[in-house]
């Protein structure tokens, strides 16, 4: 019989909010059996903890967003992706601030350091949803869709497709959550230039630079207003006549922005609170269309207690 996992010791982390741009720790504690992920906001009144579940998603604009009254966390779906796809099954976590840190717009960082303090197992048996027949959404606005089949074992296909030259259709999948590590962890998430200025006009990405996502420059615009958004963001000039990918370092595997819409689709269904027995197939994921899966998913677990 499987158990359920905890961490062996405690670890944080510190960087800046890719959309506060504020400095922020976040620390992950073991949990006992039975606690799933739950997350304090240390730097309120009264320390409040949100339970890290489907139903509590309050916004799903370029980042997954939970929230409990008056608090709220941001920017969770990559820790959430590593601490599934290790097994972990309860986990208690700290920050000081409204999101996780961007890090490197990956979660590498989390899997390197729950690789550090290690993997405990606990007395008592994991809990798996395992799914007994098809289940699928679609937006047809969106063209998004998300089905999920009978299987032995998590697995995932995923297929994004902008209407762009640069980055058109690309596949990624994951076979087995042990690959993780090695095949998504490292996939930093992309933004395109044509997005910079609304996204900055909502308050968001204000901690956003190319340490921290890939950029990606398909549409010719005014040299003008390119150095504008450059300007804005702190990040070297470029030129308006040569469209292509921005960053500091090169694309870790040719589909990177495939691998990391797989690993966003990982950190949303976390949420449903329960590993997952199952084959899922996903077209042009989000995270408003995974919150909406995992939440059919929740009231399918509900239905069973």
């Known amino acids: 019989m499987d158990r359920q996992l905890t961490l062996k010791d405690s670890f944080q982390l510190c960087g800046k909010g890719l959309h506060t741009g504020l400095e922020l720790t976040v620390t992950f504690r073991p949990a006992p059996a039975g606690y799933g992920y739950r997350i304090r906001r240390t730097d309120l009144s009264g320390q409040p903890i949100i339970d890290a579940l489907a139903e509590n998603v309050q916004e799903t604009t370029r980042g997954t967003v939970l929230a409990k009254d008056n608090a709220k966390v941001s920017t969770i779906e990559h820790a959430m992706a590593a601490l599934y796809s290790a097994g972990i099954d309860n ?3 700290e920050v000081n601030g409204p999101e996780f840190p961007i890090l490197d717009g990956s979660a590498s960082y989390y899997v390197e350091n729950i690789g550090k303090v290690g993997i405990a197992e606990q007395d008592a048996p994991k809990d798996y949803y395992i799914v007994k027949s098809k289940i699928g959404i679609e937006d047809k606005a969106t063209g998004s ?3 999920i089949l009978p299987d032995d074992r998590f697995s995932a296909d995923v297929l994004i497709s902008f209407q762009s030259d640069i980055l058109g259709e690309q596949k ?7 690959d993780f590590p090695t095949s998504l962890a490292g996939s930093r998430t992309f933004v395109f230039v044509r997005e910079i200025e609304p996204l900055l006009g909502a308050g968001l990405i204000k901690g956003g630079d190319l340490d921290n996502a890939i ?3 398909d549409r010719e615009m ?3 207003r390119l150095d504008r958004i450059s300007e804005t963001m702190k990040v070297q000039k470029t030129d308006a006549t040569k ?4 960053m500091h370092r090169p694309l870790t595997w040719p589909n990177e922005p495939a691998r990391h819409k ?3 689709l990982i950190g949303d269904l976390a949420l449903i609170g329960k590993p997952v027995k199952g084959r899922i197939i996903a077209v042009r994921p989000g995270h408003t269309i995974n919150n909406r899966f995992a939440r059919i998913l929740r009231e399918n677990i509900m239905k069973q207690y």
Do not use: F, M, R, W
């Open 91 to 93: 986990c208690h976590i």
């Open 145 to 147: 869709s998300i089905t």
């Open 172 to 178: 990624a999948s994951i076979d087995n959550l042990k």
């Open 215 to 217: 950029v990606i420059y």
């Open 222 to 224: 005014p040299q003008e």
């Open 243 to 246: 469209p292509g990918y921005i």
């Open 262 to 264: 797989l690993l966003d």
